[in-house]
């Protein structure tokens, strides 16, 4: 194949890529709009809604690892196919469940499959413009964003048409037809053979622990609050005296302001040092969090939501391009797969956490306070950390193997 037509074949797997991303995240982050509607259709408490949200977090860390070990064996594009297959199954499952306990196991099977999707397709996106980490990185987040931006008012419509079981329908109508879509065009595509030595998992954990850990600790905690907030947005508003469309309306707005999030930081992550920039994040992500708390009046917090939008999604980006931008080929993907499946696990039972402490008469506010607090602490500590020299910070400080 010629190299135009090399680029032409990996572009539009880029973008086959793309639109599996966005039906991937939209099957993880509709459940959050869901959380009221589980409540009153079950007559369940905050807790179980709660629970229902983390399952699907819950299945998105449990198969990261063993998808690292299984792309030490297939190749990239049979597991986005698996992934395919696997999310039409769980989405028709939910659709068909009868009582919570079941809805639940679905959110788990949804969750197995978007794991097994992000760990083959993030360090495959990279590869195939791997002068443009960030920018590969940031146009997959941003597309990933464009279906937490439209969830909200998307599932709203969707149950209102259908009922809920009509979210999950479609979800496993378009995930048949994206799986053929991505089927030919990575059949017709010259694909990346930069991750073929990476055949030893557990070598690529041990001599890359230092940038494994650094992003655990970054993304882990900063996740388990992210997960607590979003997955409660509503309520959370709507406790405050918000109406529930108007809850539902600055939800979408923390997500909107994600998109531009996505495809700023992710080419700025190519142009300045990554650590600091990670750091400056995580510090206004605290400030974001405080000011939410204490913002009244719609206009007031549709201003933080926008700005804490805009936040909290450039950090994403910005550790993937630091992360898969640093290490090396042959340790890539299961490098990324270890830390993605422990940052994953981390962050998985934060909307539980804001359940059972509502449950227990913990009011949103001190919840979110406490959170924030939190953070700060940890910022402290990576700080202090990265000014000893004791944070990796490039590719010649992640080593690499023989």
Known sequence: MSDDGSRYGRGAVFASVCCFAYLVN??????????????????????????VATMVWLGSALTRLPTGYLLT??????????????????????????????????ALLIGCATGVF?????????????????????????SSQLAAVSAPLLVGALVLAFGWRGVFVGVAAVGVLLTAVFALTSRHATMPSAGAADRDLLGAVREQW????????????TGFVWQGLFNFY?????????????ARAL???????????????????DRVRRVPLVLAILAAFVCCLLA????????AVAAVSAVLGYVIHSLFPTMDAFLLGTLPDDSRAS???????VMMLMQAPGSLAVGVLVEYGVSYGDVFRTYALVLAGVVTVLAALYVDGRLPTDAASAGHRE
């Open 26 to 51: 939209f099957s993880r982050v509709g459940f959050a709009p869901l959380v009221d509607t589980f409540m009153d259709v079950f007559r369940v408490q905050p807790g179980t809604a709660g629970l």
């Open 73 to 106: 064996r297939v190749p990239r594009r049979h597991a986005i196919l698996g992934t395919g297959l696997l999310l039409v199954a769980a989405a028709g499952f939910t659709a068909l469940a009868p009582t919570i306990t079941v809805v639940a196991a679905g």
């Open 118 to 142: 992000y760990i083959a397709a993030n360090p495959l996106v990279t590869e195939l413009y791997p002068e443009r980490v960030g920018w590969a990185v940031g146009i997959r987040g941003g």
């Open 210 to 221: 230092r940038l494994v850990l650094t992003g655990i600790a970054v993304v882990g905690v």
């Open 234 to 246: 509503i309520p959370y508003l709507s406790a405050r005296g918000f109406g529930d469309g108007t």
């Open 251 to 269: 939800l979408t707005v923390v997500f909107a302001a994600g998109v531009p999030a996505f495809f700023l930081s992710g080419r700025l992550a």
């Open 292 to 299: 939410l708390t204490a913002a009244e009046g719609v206009l």
């Open 335 to 341: 490098a990324y797969s270890a830390y993605s499946a």
